[in-house]
């Protein structure tokens, strides 16, 4: 089975960081931080096999863009799936107890050129 090209934006890059330092230095949970920022990635990881595993989105209008939502421990990854190009493209990391409606709308969704 072909695998899937994973990208992610520096924007959802930047929110795993925000997420890591905030437990490791605001909690200061450094091992806890490490062990989640390993469970995101590896989620990540995995989305090059089987990507649409993963529901859509119920939030409009980015359930009907085909962005995809992946729940990992207390976070939400979100992505969409191009098939022609086999390529998952990872758009935001967000705390499950966020406003997701007002997260995604800040969400950009691919890479500047």
């Not at 905030?22 to 990507?51: H, K, Q």
């Not at 359930?63 to 191009?82: E, P, T």
């Not at 935001?92 to 969400?107: G, P, Y």
């Amino acid at each position: 089975m072909d695998e899937y090209t994973v990208k992610i934006t520096r924007q959802a890059e930047a929110q795993m960081a925000d997420i890591f330092r905030y437990i490791a230095f605001t909690l200061r949970e450094r091992g806890t931080a490490l062990r989640i920022l390993d469970s995101l990635e590896a989620e990540i990881a995995s989305l090059s096999s089987f990507p649409k595993r993963a529901a859509l989105t119920d939030e409009e209008p980015w359930h009907s863009l085909g962005i995809h939502k992946l729940s990992v421990k207390n976070y939400l990854i979100y992505f969409w799936v191009d098939e022609k190009a086999r390529k998952v493209q990872i758009t935001a990391v967000i705390h499950s107890r966020m406003n997701q409606r007002e997260q995604l709308s800040k969400m950009e969704l691919q890479e500047s050129e």
